[in-house]
């Protein structure tokens, strides 16, 4: 069964400094997510992608936060400068098609700012 | 008022146990409904997805939707151990938006 993959399972990094999530989505999939959930609290949306931009983000997602698609299979989400509470489980996940609610989730990037 | 709520347990059952676990929602825009099931520290697993009021079953598993009340629930017969994992529910956040609305999750234990 396709599944949504993420690389690195865990990332360690110093405050300030820029990380890049990867995922790649099922392959037949058009629509991208990224979701983060910090530990004990919530999965929470951060933006959705479409046709190489983004379609909605939250106010989470500010101008630290950057995604892209760079070829036909990834799909990545970069923080520019980290800072302490960035720190999080980063959910990448995709959907076939817009308006419904069939989102699937990748395994996640546990991230951890020192 | 949060705009989806569901009570964070934990909740423990023996094997066997019918579960019952329930969201409920602020909004009456939210259309769409789902279910996830997440294991310790892996990824939403996308369990049960509903549009309408009504039920819907999937092998043990039931989702019930009652948009009147805005009340929203999973049903899980004859519970394994296996389904020991956090259950969240989750809408989308209404007609001109793609993202998902979780609940903080229940954490359900099956004891053997």
């Known amino acids: 069964e396709p599944e949504v993959t993420q690389t690195p399972s865990h990332q360690v990094t110093q405050m300030g400094q820029e990380v890049i999530l990867r995922c790649v989505p099922i392959?037949?999939?058009?629509?991208f997510y990224w979701y983060r959930q910090i530990l004990g609290q919530k999965v929470e949306f951060l933006v959705s992608?479409?046709?190489?931009?983004?379609?909605?983000k939250s106010e989470i997602f500010d101008d630290q936060f950057s995604v892209e698609r760079p070829d036909g299979s990834n799909f990545t989400l970069k923080i520019r400068s980290t800072k302490l509470e960035d720190s999080a489980m980063y959910f990448c996940?995709?959907?076939?098609?817009?308006?419904?609610?069939?989102?699937?989730f990748g395994p996640g990037t546990r991230l951890l700012v020192l | 008022q949060k705009e989806v709520e569901q009570d964070p347990g934990p909740l423990s059952v023996p094997e066997g146990a019918i579960v019952s676990l329930n969201c409920t929602y602020s909004?009456?825009?939210?259309?769409?409904f789902m279910w996830y099931r997440q294991y310790s520290r892996k990824g939403p697993e996308l369990l049960m997805y509903?549009?309408?009021?009504g039920n819907k079953e999937d092998g043990r598993f039931t989702a019930q939707v009652d948009k009147s009340s805005k009340y929203i629930s999973l049903f899980i017969r004859d519970s394994q151990p296996s389904d020991s994992a956090t259950y969240l529910c989750?809408?989308?956040?209404?007609?001109?938006?793609?993202?998902?609305?979780f609940g903080t999750g229940t954490r359900l234990q099956v004891f053997p």
């Open positions: 989750a809408t989308r956040g209404g007609y001109n938006t793609d993202k998902l609305i």
């Open positions: 392959s037949n999939h058009l629509y």
């Open positions: 992608f479409y046709n190489n931009e983004i379609s909605e």
């Open positions: 996940a995709s959907n076939p098609q817009v308006g419904g609610g069939t989102q699937y």
């Open positions: 909004n009456s825009a939210f259309q769409y």
């Open positions: 509903t549009y309408s009021s």
